[in-house]
């Protein structure tokens, strides 16, 4: 069995200098940076373990990033030639992480947008007999007003914080 051949990448003058804005860039985030040089190298002909070494990187990211670009050749040359205006954010959506599954919010918006409103508010005018809103005394007023069925007093200090 023969190794696999690595995607080979191929770039229009336009799609290298953006890549190279972006690899070069002071005002860039790191991993547009990073991914930038892993397809610039690759249309250099530089193979997974070349990039990897030269850049000190991981294999799999060298690989994943590289077979991306390769998926998407099609479509952004597409985008080169219909709306080259809007190059420059096809690459940057190729080169962007792909939304990732996690837990469901415990919280909808609705109930944090109360469990804040009513932080604003004053305990007095809710009849708790406190000068200002403590963690615990928010969670129980919470709950006793039907917002949500249960929640830790981090939680409410959490929302407090994003406040």
Same mark, same amino acid.
């Given at each position: *069995? ?19 804005? *972006? ?8 991993? %547009? ?12 002909? *530089? ?9 000190? !990187? ?7 990033? &590289? ?6 050749? @099609?479509?952004? *040359? ?28 415990? %919280?909808?918006?609705?109930? #944090? ?12 005018? #809710? ?12 969670? #129980?007023? #919470?709950? @006793? ?12 200090? &959490? %929302? !407090?914080? &994003?406040?």
């Amino acid at each position: *069995m023969y190794p696999r051949q690595a995607a080979l990448i191929q770039l229009t003058e336009k799609q290298r200098a953006i890549l190279e804005r *972006m690899a070069n860039g002071t005002h860039i985030q790191l991993h %547009f940076k990073e991914r930038a040089t892993i397809i610039l190298a690759a249309s250099q002909g *530089m193979s997974n373990t070349s990039i990897t070494k030269e850049y000190n !990187l991981n294999r799999g990211t060298v690989k994943k990033w &590289r077979n991306r670009w390769a998926k998407e050749e @099609k479509d952004i *040359m597409q985008i080169e030639i219909d709306k080259p205006h809007k190059l420059k954010s096809c690459i940057e959506t190729v080169l962007s992480d792909q939304p990732r599954p996690g837990k469901p919010a415990t %919280f909808t918006p609705e109930q #944090v947008a109360h469990i804040i409103s009513l932080s604003c508010k004053t305990p007095e005018s #809710v009849g708790i007999p406190l000068s200002h809103w403590t963690p615990s005394a928010l969670r #129980v007023e #919470v709950i @006793k007003a039907g917002i949500v069925e249960s929640i830790s007093v981090r939680q409410i200090g &959490r %929302f !407090l914080k &994003r406040k």
